[in-house]
């Protein structure tokens, strides 16, 4: 696993999320959550795994509710929650 998302049901969120993450200068992009996550349609921020610990941290503090959950995709391409 090289690199996971954070799934979110309001773009709203999604998009702040990414801007706080750019300010902890941490990489990352704003993708269409997969359809293999099977979370209906929305937008997602996209991270190398080697950023998961502040990532992390920046979500905790940013008390979002539209989240949906954590994925990374499979080797079949397959979502994948954790």
């Known amino acids: 696993m090289r690199e996971f998302f954070i799934a979110f049901r309001s773009r709203r969120e999604a998009a702040l999320y990414y801007e706080q993450l750019a300010v902890y200068r ?10 293999s996550a099977s979370v209906g349609c929305g937008l997602s ?6 950023n ?4 992390m941290q ?12 954590r994925f990374y995709l499979n080797s079949d391409g397959k979502s994948v929650k954790f």
Request: charged residues 15%; glycine residues 6%; proline residues 6%.
């Open 45 to 50: 921020v996209k991270c190398l795994v080697r």
């Open 58 to 69: 920046v979500l905790e503090r940013g008390r979002y509710n539209s989240v949906i959950g």
């Open 26 to 35: 941490i990489s990352a992009t704003l993708i269409n959550t997969p359809s």
């Open 52 to 55: 998961l610990p502040v990532a």
